[in-house]
């Protein structure tokens, strides 16, 4: 079973908005990884941060995370467009052997110009 | 550096058939994992190999198997197709364990 649970599932804003989207996990982490797909393709790396990290930026990303809550934050700023795609996190667990990612249902993110 | 790459990225199959999907790695990465993605069950983990050797595997039937070459390249074999075997079929290779995972095209293996 998956062990990542995102909310919410769909987000529809407009453009010049802001977007995030929250993910919960079950167990003790290594790191957290965030991705996005678009429309059934392959997944593209957003942001990896470790468990003891507790905020990570890259570009209009914004990442947060608290194990105490076992949850993490992905704050899109200034929402383009192009930034349209379904969003997942994705945990390594502490006794996970080997490459091993449980990844969460995802987040539709709607960006309208 | 080239991405990873996934071949073939379309397969159409009959049920009681076998497929085997390959992925090539970005040069230098050792760890090959394997996804199954479904609208049902999400993105769910098949299983993991590190230089040849598989370290892990999710709960999947025996039907679906792998393997890594010593260039780093895997296969994935599915046997026996069934119905619910129609996905997305992903891999990613990282550097090391806890390092991101860089994720390929994906296979879309249809059952009919």
């Known amino acids: 079973s998956q062990q990542g649970e995102e909310d919410p599932q769909a987000l529809s804003i407009q453009e010049g908005e802001n977007a995030t989207m929250n993910c919960s996990y079950k167990t003790s982490i290594n790191n957290l990884q965030w991705y996005r797909q678009n429309s059934g393709r392959g997944l593209v790396h957003l942001i990896l941060i470790r468990s003891n990290e507790r905020e990570k930026h890259s570009g209009r990303l914004r990442v947060t995370l608290d194990t105490s809550k076992k949850s993490s934050s992905l704050l899109i700023t200034a929402s383009r467009a192009a930034d349209t795609a379904s969003y997942f996190c994705a945990t390594d667990g502490v006794y996970n052997q080997g490459g091993k990612l449980i990844f969460g249902q995802g987040t539709e993110l709607s960006v309208k110009p | 550096k080239a991405g990873v790459t996934q071949t073939p990225r379309y397969l159409i199959k009959t049920r009681g058939q076998q497929v085997t999907l390959s992925c090539s790695p970005i040069s230098g990465h050792r760890s090959v994992s394997w996804y199954q993605q479904t609208p049902g069950q999400g993105l769910q983990f098949l299983f993991e190999?590190?230089?040849?050797?598989?370290?892990n595997k999710g709960n999947f039937p025996g039907r679906f198997s792998g393997r890594q070459f010593s260039n780093s390249r895997s296969e994935m074999n599915v046997s026996t197709l069934e119905l619910g075997d129609s996905a997305l079929y992903l891999c990613?290779?990282?550097?090391?364990?806890?390092?991101?995972?860089?994720f390929g095209p994906g296979t879309r293996l249809t059952v009919l």
């Open positions: 190999y590190f230089s040849e050797t598989q370290r």
């Open positions: 990613a290779s990282s550097l090391v364990q806890g390092a991101e995972q860089f």
